[in-house]
Structures are given as structure tokens and as C-alpha cells.
């Protein structure tokens, strides 16, 4: 993982609307144009105290993971992938006692620190 592109972020994409059926507030995340998804459903990916939220996404091109301070909507780039191997977009899971995520990788069971972004390998 090349660090210079680990550190890279992105302002702000939020947007707060109500919905008009039953007028609960809806909070979209994302705007830019790429397949974004987002575990929470099966896989609960909330960490920072419940701040931020995990999800993945081919932003210019390439799968990765990025996380998403819910308050400001900024977003940051969690790991740096090579875009020649295959990370299973579906395939992640948060640790529920820490703040690490584990993902899939083209053959490799990975792990990612959220606090430190350190990815390591655990099986292959």
C-alpha cells in the first residue's frame, strides 16, 4: 500500500433532505459518481465511538475501503489497493470489540486498523 495516497481525503459530499412519504430525515453520504456500498445492513462497519462509518467504493477507478465522519461527511481514503487484484466488495466485517475491519482480497483475509490504518494479512 503506496502511503502516499493513504492519506488522501475528500471534503464533504453530504446532503440533508426529508423524505415526503414520512418525513424522516435522510442523509446522503455520497454524491460522486461510483458504486459505493455500504455493509451496515448485514455487517454493522460504525466506528470512532460510532462517529464514522466504513464502506467501500471504486472512487477514480480503483475498490477501496473509505471511511465517513458522519458530523462534517468528510471523507478519507483507509487503504490504498493495488487495482489489479479483486477486493470483495460485499466481503467485510467489522471487529466488534476493536476498531479493525476485515476484508477479502483477492485470496487473502485482511485486516485493517481504523485507527492507525495499518493493513496486514491473516490467511491466505
Given at each position: 500500500?503506496?502511503?502516499?495516497?493513504?492519506?488522501?481525503?475528500?471534503?464533504s459530499e453530504m446532503?440533508?433532505?426529508?423524505?415526503?412519504?414520512?418525513?424522516?430525515?435522510?442523509?446522503?453520504?455520497?454524491?460522486?459518481?461510483?458504486?459505493?456500498?455500504?455493509?451496515?445492513?448485514?455487517?454493522?462497519?460504525?466506528?470512532?465511538?460510532?462517529?464514522?462509518?466504513?464502506?467501500?467504493?471504486?472512487?477514480?477507478?480503483?475498490?477501496?475501503?473509505?471511511?465517513?465522519?458522519?458530523?462534517?461527511?468528510?471523507?478519507?481514503?483507509?487503504?490504498?489497493?493495488?487495482p489489479g487484484k479483486?477486493?470483495?466488495?460485499?466481503?467485510?466485517?467489522?471487529?466488534?470489540?476493536?476498531?479493525?475491519?476485515?476484508?477479502?482480497?483477492?485470496?487473502?483475509?485482511?485486516?485493517?486498523?481504523l485507527a492507525t490504518?495499518?493493513?496486514?494479512?491473516?490467511?491466505?
Amino acid at each position: 500500500m503506496a502511503k502516499s495516497r493513504a492519506r488522501r481525503r475528500w471534503p464533504s459530499e453530504m446532503t440533508i433532505g426529508t423524505d415526503p412519504v414520512s418525513g424522516a430525515t435522510v442523509r446522503q453520504l455520497t454524491s460522486y459518481r461510483a458504486h459505493t456500498h455500504h455493509p451496515y445492513f448485514t455487517y454493522p462497519c460504525w466506528y470512532d465511538g460510532g462517529r464514522k462509518l466504513v464502506v467501500v467504493s471504486d472512487r477514480e477507478n480503483r475498490v477501496n475501503l473509505f471511511g465517513i465522519d458522519i458530523d462534517t461527511g468528510a471523507i478519507r481514503l483507509l487503504t490504498d489497493l493495488d487495482p489489479g487484484k479483486t477486493l470483495h466488495r460485499l466481503c467485510i466485517a467489522k471487529n466488534p470489540v476493536r476498531d479493525e475491519i476485515l476484508f477479502s482480497y483477492d485470496d487473502t483475509l485482511m485486516l485493517l486498523d481504523l485507527a492507525t490504518r495499518a493493513c496486514r494479512p491473516l490467511m491466505k
